[in-house]
């Protein structure tokens, strides 16, 4: 299984950002996926969440701002990240629902 997260960077906070996560297309067609993220001496918290039949859920901290997506033509997972926020600044990393399959992470980093 293969999870390939990018799109992360340093931005001024109220800025935007979008990640990716490319899929294995086995994986990417049969499971829910998640974003998840970790701030640095903090525990992963999840982040967003789309069903194969794009349901969306999010966490509390992030919705209306995120925006959580998939193109199943690509095997790609999105998360639009707008009016970012300093307590954003972490790594974002892309997970299988309910598998112990991780994307490597990739670093958001908001400036105040």
């Known amino acids: 299984v293969q999870l390939q997260a990018s799109g992360g960077g340093l931005v001024q906070a109220g800025g935007s950002l979008r990640l990716s996560c490319a899929a294995s297309?086995?994986?990417?067609?049969?499971?829910?996926m998640d974003w998840y993220r970790q701030a640095p001496g903090k525990q992963r918290e999840f982040v967003a969440r789309i069903t194969t039949g794009d349901s969306t859920t999010y966490a509390d901290s992030v919705r209306g701002r995120f925006t959580i997506s998939r193109d199943n033509a690509k095997n790609t997972m999105y998360l639009q990240m707008n009016s970012l926020k300093p307590e954003d600044t972490a790594l974002y990393y892309c997970?299988?629902?309910?598998?112990?399959?991780w994307g490597q992470g990739t670093l958001v980093t908001v400036s105040s």
């Open positions: 297309r086995s994986v990417f067609a049969r499971y829910a």
């Open positions: 997970h299988v629902t309910g598998r112990e399959y």
